[in-house]
């Protein structure tokens, strides 16, 4: 079983910052890759970044260039920096794990970009 919980997510006017936290319950340097995926109002959820154990990194299109993934296995946490923000960034942002086979999803936390 792991337990994923975000935090970090807020109000902000376009082109601000945020950096959100996903605190894992047990460790992620077993986990192959850990990702970051966001829902918008009546979206399908999709992948925002993503960082391998080796920490190799992908992006979304959308993202590429603003936003950061990075994860910390000794704090057990992966983070996303997002720069630059845009009212088309405003969505709940999820973390999500594969461990074992299974999949693993936090409780989100809510962006909202708006002035």
């Known amino acids: 079983q792991v337990q994923l919980v975000e935090s970090g997510g807020d109000l902000v006017q376009p082109g601000g910052s945020l950096s959100l936290s996903c605190a894992a319950s047990?460790?992620?340097?077993?986990?192959?890759?850990m990702r970051w995926y966001r829902q918008a109002p009546e979206k399908q959820r999709d992948l925002v970044a993503a960082?391998?154990?080796?920490?190799?990194?992908t992006y979304a299109d959308s993202v590429k260039g603003r936003f950061t993934i990075s994860r910390d296995n000794v704090k057990n946490t992966v983070y996303l920096q997002m720069n630059s923000l845009s009212p088309e960034d405003t969505a709940v942002y999820y973390c999500?794990?594969?461990?074992?086979?299974?999949?693993?999803w936090g409780q989100g936390t809510q962006v909202t970009v708006s002035s």
């Open positions: 960082v391998e154990s080796g920490g190799t990194t």
């Open positions: 047990v460790s992620i340097a077993s986990i192959a890759a």
């Open positions: 999500n794990a594969v461990r074992w086979g299974l999949q693993y």
